[in-house]
């Protein structure tokens, strides 16, 4: 593909030892002006193969606190466009998506556009029990959009990236795209479980804040009557003080949403899921009555902020 044929949008993609999934992700954003691999510093082959399509790798050093990996490198990449679009190792551009995105560009009428996933699980699309549609706003003009700190950084273990964060466009108008990205793990059901132990402490972070009725000022918000985004995050407060949450969560996902119309894989993402909200649960516990999960102790002196280089910079 000619620099000419380049859609005029930069790709910021996060990773850590993402070898497996780097390449068909690669693979589906060649159509972007220009991509930037953001890694922590991976122990596999990923910035080889991502240096190997032509991707620029940034390493990033977390310092524990706000911002993490996708807001800092909006903050401090070069991007040569005015839109960036942020993929996950684990998701596919399909070139239809890629044509829609560029009618947007060209008609410049909005400042970011929300995508539809279609999450994918043992090889099949789990396209019941609430999963989809999946909106995410990761599409936009990177000086408008920052993702919202909902005060989960202190807590141990959650990673260096944004987890299920979203991204707040400072005004303007914004859009939902018709064309899908596709979420497709090329890795196993341990890893799965690995991800899903860390964002359970994000999760019981999240779910604190609700309970003790921390602000949200910054954030999507939650709105019963505001799009698919807010309505999801109004459910969540109330959720949040409901007993029984595993049992509920297989209940809603397996019959009220009809996942078991995706089959097998659909009873096993169900039965995961509910297990998911299991680990929240007793999480939730541990920090707000003690142990390993509750809020460190701040340190003395503030730490250095974050900081990364480009892999080959002395």
């Not at 273990?157 to 795209?177: F, P, Q, R």
């Not at 939650?222 to 003080?241: E, M, P, T, Y």
């Not at 169900?270 to 998911?276: D, V």
Request: hydrophobic share 40%; with cysteine; glycine share 8%.
């Amino acid at each position: 593909m000619t620099a000419a044929t380049k859609i005029p949008v930069s790709v910021l993609i996060p990773a850590k030892n993402e070898e497996s999934n780097l390449p068909a992700c690669l693979e589906s954003v060649a159509q972007a002006d220009e991509v930037f691999v953001v890694d922590s510093h991976s122990e596999d082959r990923s910035v080889e193969i991502s240096e190997s399509y032509g991707a620029q790798v940034v390493q990033f050093d977390f310092n524990g606190r706000w911002p993490k990996k996708k807001n800092w490198s909006l903050d401090n990449l070069p991007f040569r466009n005015e839109w960036v679009l942020i993929v996950d190792c684990d998701e596919r551009i399909t070139p239809e998506l890629w044509a829609e995105m560029a009618e947007v560009i060209a008609a410049d009428e909005v400042d970011g556009c929300y995508l539809n996933r279609r999450v994918y699980f043992l090889g099949k699309w789990i396209r019941h029990g609430g999963k989809y549609p999946d909106w995410n706003m990761r599409f936009f003009r990177h000086a408008k959009g920052r993702y919202e700190n909902l005060n989960t950084e202190e807590i141990q273990n959650t990673g260096d990236n944004e987890v299920h964060e979203h991204v707040v466009i400072e005004s303007g108008k914004v859009g939902h795209l018709k064309n899908d990205m596709l979420h497709i793990d090329f890795r196993d059901l341990f890893h799965w479980l690995a991800r899903h132990n860390r964002y359970s402490n994000w999760e019981a972070r999240v779910y604190y804040n609700l309970l003790t009725g921390m602000g949200d000022d910054g954030t999507i918000g939650a709105n019963l009557f505001g799009d698919s985004v807010q309505r999801k995050r109004f459910l969540k407060k109330i959720w949040v003080r409901l007993p029984f949450k595993p049992f509920l969560r297989f209940v809603l996902f397996y019959f009220i949403r009809l996942g078991f119309l995706d089959g097998y894989p659909g009873y096993i993402y169900g039965r995961l899921l509910s297990q998911y909200e299991y680990q929240i649960g007793v999480k939730l516990y541990e920090l707000r009555f003690g142990g390993s999960l509750n809020l460190a102790e701040k340190e003395a002196e503030p730490k250095e902020p974050a900081k990364a280089a480009l892999v080959g910079d002395a």
